[in-house]
């Protein structure tokens, strides 16, 4: 089975913190993912990546950025914590897209994230 | 661009009701279906997938056939049970974008015994 595993599941920060936010997946997948999930809006993308050192922004980049140094792991950043950043953080990763079944992602179980 | 468009919640149903969620999507040519599950706590889960026009996606009870006609795939489920209580998200990929999916904006359902 895919295991896609982040850091931590509950983390508090304060504002002007730089928070760390890491991901870790198994199965030797190209491409990863970072969402963020609030009420009411579902999941938005921040960034995602289709391969070591390669990023792409996704709807929302801003006051974000990320890392990949090895294929397996997927860091998300942020510089400068602000409380509208408080949110629940998912990770996910799929194999190179253009195959039916490498299109599927794999979620890992979430950072709920408070920055006071 | 691409979107998909689901139907707000939250739906409430008692044990062993009938569950449909909307879901229609807006996209160019010929993308892949999702539903996606997540139960309380935790992250989402893929439930079932369809990947071409008419094909039906199934898994634990749960349906949804891809209509290209109307750009929808429905869920349904014809009992639903508890242990359904969960927020389902219906997404859409294309293999020209990178395998970025675009979600719905989930339908929480919970179920009375």
């Known amino acids: 089975d895919v295991k896609v595993t982040q850091s931590s599941r509950y983390l508090v920060k304060r504002t002007g913190e730089k928070v760390f936010l890491e991901c870790v997946q198994d199965m030797d997948h190209e491409n990863m993912f970072w969402y963020r999930q609030d009420p009411g809006l579902g999941l938005r993308l921040i960034y995602f990546?289709?391969?070591?050192?390669?990023?792409e922004k996704g709807d929302i980049p801003e006051g974000y950025s990320v890392s990949r140094e090895k294929k397996e792991r997927f860091s998300l950043i942020l510089e400068s914590a602000s409380t509208n950043q408080t949110s629940m953080y998912l990770c996910a990763s799929s194999l190179v897209s253009g195959s039916v079944r490498g299109n599927t992602q794999y979620f890992g179980p979430g950072t709920r994230l408070t920055v006071l | 661009g691409d979107s998909v468009t689901q139907m707000e919640g939250p739906v409430t149903l008692s044990e062993e009701a009938f569950l449909t969620i909307n879901c229609t999507y807006t996209a160019t040519g010929y993308p892949s279906l999702f539903w996606y599950v997540q139960y309380p706590g935790e992250g989402l889960q893929l439930l079932l997938k369809?990947?071409?026009?008419?094909d039906k996606g199934s898994n634990k009870g749960f349906e949804a056939t891809y209509r290209k006609e109307t750009t929808s795939f429905h869920l349904e489920k014809g009992s639903v049970q508890v242990s359904d209580s969960a927020v389902y998200f219906c997404a859409l990929v294309r293999g020209s974008t990178l395998g970025r999916l675009y979600f719905g904006r989930g339908t929480q359902l919970t179920v009375w015994p």
């Open positions: 369809a990947t071409k026009a008419d």
């Open positions: 990546s289709y391969d070591v050192k390669m990023k």
